[in-house]
């Protein structure tokens, strides 16, 4: 079973991603911020990361980076309301591999992570 990460501020955007992902068949680890998402990356090794790019402490892209020096191809996926092109471009060039704009649709959410995964 694929396991993914979630690393969302807002506690029902959180739940609402970790229900999609769990009844898409994913295992799933949640993290408050970006700090607790990296202690639990390191923990639980998940082969997915979904992140929110705002949240207070660590952003989504401190972490995005220093996921990355420990593992360089884990596949990352940005949820965020950050919309302009130059958002996109900076996300990507922080190691994004897929950026998402708030709201998607729960399929967007799926078909990401199974491109990423290498499922379906």
């Known amino acids: 079973m694929v396991k993914v990460m979630v690393v969302e501020d807002t506690p029902s955007e959180r739940e609402l991603i970790c229900i999609y992902l769990r009844e898409g068949g994913y295992?799933?680890?949640?993290?408050?911020?970006?700090?607790?998402?990296?202690?639990?990356f390191e923990q639980a090794k998940?082969?997915?990361?979904i992140t929110d790019l705002v949240m207070p402490g660590m952003s989504g892209l401190e972490m995005c980076r220093a996921i990355k020096?420990?593992?360089?191809?884990?596949?990352v996926i940005a949820c965020t309301s950050?919309?302009?092109?130059?958002?996109?471009?900076?996300?990507?060039?922080?190691?994004?591999n897929v950026y998402l704009t708030k709201?998607?649709?729960?399929?967007?959410?799926?078909?990401?992570?199974r491109s990423l995964a290498g499922v379906g």
Do not use: H, I
């Open 27 to 40: 295992e799933v680890v949640s993290a408050v911020d970006g700090q607790e998402g990296l202690k639990k």
């Open 103 to 113: 709201p998607f649709s729960r399929e967007e959410l799926l078909q990401a992570v």
């Open 69 to 75: 020096k420990l593992v360089q191809n884990v596949p």
């Open 82 to 96: 950050k919309s302009t092109d130059l958002d996109r471009m900076w996300g990507m060039k922080q190691g994004v």
């Open 46 to 49: 998940p082969q997915v990361v």
